[in-house]
Nanobody, 124 residues
Framework: QVQLVQSGGGLVQAGDSVRLSCAVS????????MGWFHQAPGKEREFVAG????????AYGDLARGRFTLSRDNAKNTLTLQMNSLQPEDTAVYYC?????????????????WGQGTQVTVSS
């Protein structure tokens, strides 16, 4: 059984940084493309960032590009999203996701496995 367990997040001030982690069990993470999505109240789940199975390619959504960095450690079966220069519009529940694909995808329906969600709240 594939499980994604998230950690990190919380309440921060504008301009602060937060690191989110996702630990994968049940399957070697090297078999999965990984990604992060976020969902604000009343809005659809939105792509934040994704990374290919071997870590060679990353992709970022518009809000994340230039501020967030996605990395993975296949030896430790973990995924990390470093979020810098956070702004109130980044406030959302963040979800780790995994897909049996080589390259990351920005469509939520492509991902078969999801973490439990982590709240990130950025105050102004």
């Amino acid at each position: 059984q594939v499980q994604l367990v998230q950690s990190g997040g919380g309440l921060v001030q504008a301009g602060d940084s937060v690191r989110l982690s996702c630990a994968v069990s049940g399957v070697p993470v090297s078999m999965l493309a990984m990604g992060w999505f976020h969902q604000a109240p009343g809005k659809e789940r939105e792509f934040v960032a994704g990374i290919s199975r071997n870590g060679a390619r990353t992709a970022y959504g518009d809000l994340a590009r230039g501020r967030f960095t996605l990395s993975r450690d296949n030896a430790k079966n973990t995924l990390t999203l470093q979020m810098n220069s956070l702004q109130p519009e980044d406030t959302a529940v963040y979800y780790c996701a995994a897909a049996p694909l080589f390259a990351a995808n920005d469509l939520a329906e492509k991902y078969a496995y999801w973490g439990q969600g982590t709240q990130v709240t950025v105050s102004s």
